[in-house]
């Protein structure tokens, strides 16, 4: 019997975390612990997707929750560390970027465990982003990377994962578009209107700098004028918001589970963000998409002209937003893999884990 900790602390790893550890269950020969280091807290952010996703509740949380990155990822890291040594026979297995992934990376390092990463290869060479650090040392760290697209996998190549760092790099497609083919959207429609648009808005970057989130929000209130503006707000931007003084017209949710997101995104007309998980959920669902982001996660989007991307200036937002319509976008390109990423990673996983 071997034991796979999954390791996670934000929306996107729980939603990845649910396909796959589903498809694990088939596996007799595993065994399964879900560690949550509290990254996301609330009902809305947290709880509500082990519900609805049907995931058990974490073997343990943490439930650290400071706001400072440095403080929160040695809290983890020390946190982490302790709970796995105390578990033989186990790997770790992380995914994506963030600060719950660096310090369970280091903490399974420090332990001597096996670290098995998900999302690997993703590059933006902006090292101001913290995400950039965080990725670039879990895949240094980790024994297995596994990418989601080719060109991630390329990326890795490029940079001697193949060859002279002495990791196994495999390229499996992507857990999200697994979930998004597997949970179907709620059945009802959240907001009335026929045309409106949905945005996301939660990266450090933009909410750190008043100047950004001021031009973001003056151009969604623009935007808003034609065409309704809908945006689940995450619990850092209300924050940010309410510091800096700035007021929106368009309409504002409360953050929304998986289902009643993928509904929302369904019946959207096109998508603003800031998010790489909500801009190949808008790709999956053949949605046209501005990204307020200088340097995506996911440029393979960009190429097939299904999104543009802009700085957070007011007047380029605006005016990028009202070159989306005539984008001559190519959905059909298979970037994120088939939608059985959980497959090829368990089989992958049984090979590794057992020899």
């Known amino acids: 019997m071997k034991t796979i900790i999954h390791i996670v602390g934000n929306r996107p790893q729980f939603i990845k975390l649910a396909v796959l550890y589903n498809e694990l269950l088939k596996d007799e020969s595993l065994e399964q612990q879900i560690i949550h280091t ?8 947290s709880d509500v997707f082990f519900d609805e996703l049907k995931i058990p509740q ?52 420090k332990c001597s465990m096996p670290l098995i990463h998900f999302e690997a290869g993703v590059r933006t060479y902006d090292n101001s982003m913290p995400e950039e650090t965080n990725r670039i040392l879990t895949d240094r ?27 196994e790099t495999l390229l499996t497609g992507d857990l999200m578009l697994d979930a998004f083919l597997k949970i179907e959207p709620s059945q009802q429609k959240i907001i009335t209107e026929n045309d409106y648009v949905v945005c996301t808005i939660h990266r450090e970057a933009n909410l750190i700098s008043q100047e950004k989130l001021t031009n973001i929000i003056n151009a969604l209130n623009s935007i808003n004028k ?7 707000l995450h619990p850092h ?17 409360e953050p ?15 998508v603003i963000t800031d998010s790489g998980g909500t801009s190949r959920e808008a790709y999956f669902l053949k949605k046209k998409s501005l990204i307020i982001m200088d340097k ?38 298979a970037i994120f893999g088939n939608g059985k990423a959980a497959e090829y990673i368990h089989e992958h996983l049984k090979t590794y884990l057992f020899n």
Request: aromatic share 12%; net charge negative; charged share 15%.
């Open 38 to 45: 509290g990254q996301h807290f609330s009902y809305n952010m």
């Open 58 to 109: 974490p073997t343990i949380n943490f439930n650290i929750q400071n706001s400072s990155p440095f403080l929160f990822i040695g809290q983890a890291a020390n946190a982490l560390q302790n709970y796995i040594l105390q578990h033989k026979n186990a790997a770790v297995f992380v995914y994506g970027d963030t600060n719950t992934t660096l310090a369970a990376a280091m903490a399974a390092q």
């Open 141 to 167: 760290l980790a024994d297995v990377n596994y990418c989601c697209t080719e060109f991630n996998l390329q990326t890795m190549k490029e940079e001697g994962y193949t060859k002279s760092i002495p990791t």
């Open 226 to 232: 034609n065409i309704p503006v809908v945006m689940p």
């Open 237 to 253: 931007t209300q924050k940010r918001m309410a510091e800096y003084g700035l007021s929106a017209t368009f309409k504002i949710l």
């Open 256 to 270: 929304l589970g998986y289902p009643a997101m993928k509904n929302l995104l369904q019946h959207s007309s096109y």
């Open 296 to 333: 995506p996660f996911w440029p393979e989007i960009i190429t097939e002209k299904c999104s543009i991307n802009t700085t957070a200036d007011e007047q380029m937002i605006v005016k990028c937003y009202n070159e989306i319509n005539n984008l001559q976008s190519n959905f059909d390109t």
